[in-house]
């Protein structure tokens, strides 16, 4: 699988120059009004908590992400919906946190709007980004899949908030707004920690 050497040659280059070389991993995900209703573990005796559910529609909030391989540290922008206009203004923001960096590494998997005209213009513009595509159907490589899951099970899981989905938006975004510095425990979570 050469895509697979490519992404660990970039990620050990981004462990050996910290700072030079940057690795990001790239993706989309939605997070919905309505709490998920997977069982909740609980101590024997106890009771499951009564989820509460809105009468409202399930609204739902788009979230295209970056997950700095090196940190853990993440970036977020949220829509209503993600389009190619939306995304090209998100990868024409990649360089500015890195502006010592003589490499940016952007690992994403190949959902069509990554590959759309618009995108691809907003990345050749930052000469110092590379695209590493991952193999169609491999969500193992793209580390960021591991914050969705964490995200989601520590905030939108069971949640309290389905009433108010301007208060659910603001807990998830602040979730991500903590994690922008990075995290240790993040990062081990993600499977990081060789870099």
Same mark, same amino acid.
């Given at each position: 699988?050469? !895509? *697979?050497? =490519?992404?660990?040659?970039?990620? +050990? !280059? ?15 995900? #939605?997070?919905?009004? +309505? ?6 573990? #609980? ?13 409202? +529609?399930?609204?739902?909030?788009? =979230?295209?992400? @970056? @997950? ?5 540290? =993440? $970036? ?12 090209? %203004?998100?990868? %024409? ?6 502006? !010592? ?14 590959? $759309?005209? *618009?995108?691809?213009?907003? @990345? ?5 980004? +590379?695209?590493?595509? &991952?193999?169609?159907? #491999? ?5 960021? !899949?591991? &914050?969705?899951?964490?995200? *989601? ?28 510095? %990075?995290?240790?425990? @993040?990062?081990?979570?993600? %499977? &990081?920690? #060789?870099?």
């Amino acid at each position: 699988m050469r !895509e *697979k050497g =490519v992404l660990d040659q970039a990620l +050990q !280059e981004a462990a050996n120059h910290p700072g030079e070389v940057i690795a990001l991993f790239t993706d989309e995900v #939605s997070f919905y009004r +309505q709490p998920s209703q997977a069982w909740l573990w #609980s101590n024997m005796g106890r009771r499951q908590p009564k989820l509460r559910y809105s009468n409202t +529609q399930n609204t739902l909030m788009r =979230v295209v992400g @970056l @997950l700095e391989a090196a940190k853990a540290g =993440v $970036h977020v922008w949220e829509f209503p919906k993600v389009t190619a206009d939306r995304l090209a %203004g998100c990868f %024409g923001q990649i360089g500015s946190p890195y502006p !010592e960096a003589r490499r940016i590494y952007l690992i994403m998997d190949n959902w069509s709007v990554h590959f $759309h005209p *618009k995108v691809q213009e907003a @990345l050749a513009a930052d000469p110092r980004i +590379q695209v590493i595509p &991952l193999p169609t159907y #491999s969500p193992w490589l793209n580390n960021i !899949e591991k &914050l969705w899951r964490w995200a *989601k099970q520590r905030i939108t899981h069971a949640h309290p908030w389905s009433d108010d989905f301007l208060l659910f938006r603001r807990q998830v975004l602040d979730e991500f707004q903590r994690l922008n510095g %990075g995290s240790p425990e @993040l990062k081990r979570y993600c %499977g &990081l920690q #060789s870099i």
